[in-house]
């Protein structure tokens, strides 16, 4: 619904797009490259990987909320982005979490 606040993690290590801050707007496509919504970054925050909040993991809503959950699933997808670069992920990796609100979205696309 618009106007909800959802969190959303990325992992950081040599990219070159400039990260989200807060009052960003950001246009989410769908995996046909089609516009859905629109999003605002309403916070941001930097945190080694083992140290993503209990409260960012129950936010993001994954499987059943817990922090347990939210690792395990993220561990499994940055180990597989990793592989794909020089690059190593640990505990220690750097990782953005944002939260932001959908401020508009788009009439059904399909």
Do not use: M
């Not at 990987?49 to 059943?64: N, P, R, T």
């Amino acid at each position: 619904a618009v106007g909800v606040s959802k969190p959303y993690t990325y992992i950081l290590g040599g990219e070159e797009d400039p990260l989200p801050q807060s009052g960003d707007y950001s246009i989410i496509l769908n995996s046909k490259d089609e516009a859905v919504c629109v999003i605002q970054t309403t916070k941001t925050t930097v945190v080694p990987f083992d140290e993503v909040s209990k409260e960012h993991a129950y936010k993001e809503g994954e499987g059943d909320r817990s922090l347990a959950y939210w690792r395990d699933v993220h561990e499994d997808f940055f180990a597989e982005e990793f592989a794909e670069t020089e690059l190593e992920f640990n505990g220690q990796t750097s990782i953005l979490c944002e939260e932001f609100k959908v401020v508009y979205r788009a009439i059904d696309v399909n």
